[in-house]
């Protein structure tokens, strides 16, 4: 069974510092790696996808199959980052695209 | 365009009960799949329809089902609704591209209570 763990269910940072979102995975295959963030009374929103290989909002994440893992990073937190982040890796099966939810990261900026 | 959209916002049902959630897809996705969301939990994959067809399924029992239109929009049926049940129930669609996931919109949930 694919297994995703994010270790840190509350991570607080002060305004300025870094920031890192800690994800394992346990896949076979290669999945697709998304992380997703819901903001306070918003509703789940894609923050980035690792096949882009994009910076977002001036989040980045490193997909690394040697440790599966797929941490997000930001070097320096904002106010406005406070939020629900959600590590999502993607079992394509029998054609589907399911996505698989770790149980999330409350991300605390302190101003 | 709406984006996606769940009917009713909240339902409290009593045990043993059967409820039908309701969800609209972002216009033109094709794709949408049922998650549900327990208090302090991630969203758990529930089913995807594709086609008016289950493609794929979670981990959820037959008392969990549902249905697609040829609109695409879908229902989520219940049945036998137990004190478990109580969750955020959301819906999200998609149209993922030949071999790749794409990005899924959620909507904003139903918060199902079950007394």
């Known amino acids: 069974a694919q297994r995703v763990t994010q270790p840190e269910k509350l991570l607080s940072v002060f305004k300025g510092a870094p920031v890192e979102l800690k994800c394992n995975y346990s896949y076979s295959g290669s999945p697709e790696l998304f992380w997703y963030v819901q903001y306070s009374r918003q509703r789940l929103q894609l923050l980035l996808r690792h096949i882009s290989r994009e910076s977002i909002k001036g989040f980045t994440a490193d997909l690394n199959k040697g440790e599966t893992s797929f941490h997000l990073k930001k070097p320096f937190a904002q106010e406005e980052d406070s939020a629900m982040y959600y590590c999502?890796?993607?079992?394509?099966?029998?054609?589907?695209?399911?996505?698989?939810f770790g149980k999330g990261t409350k991300l605390s900026v302190i101003p | 365009d709406a984006g996606v959209t769940q009917s009713p916002t909240h339902l409290i049902k009593t045990r043993g009960q059967q409820v039908t959630l309701r969800c609209s897809p972002k216009?033109?996705?094709?794709?949408v799949s049922w998650y549900q969301q327990a208090l302090g939990q991630g969203p758990q994959f529930i089913f995807q329809y594709y086609e008016e067809e289950e493609r794929q399924r979670g981990n959820f029992p037959d008392r969990f089902s549902g249905h697609q239109f040829p609109n695409y929009s879908s229902e989520l049926n219940v049945n036998a609704l137990l004190l478990g049940d109580s969750a955020l129930y959301l819906c999200a669609s998609s149209k993922p591209l030949k071999g790749l996931n794409t990005e899924a919109f959620f909507g904003q949930g139903t918060r199902l209570t079950v007394v």
């Open positions: 216009s033109g996705h094709d794709t």
């Open positions: 999502a890796p993607s079992y394509s099966g029998a054609g589907s695209y399911q996505l698989t």
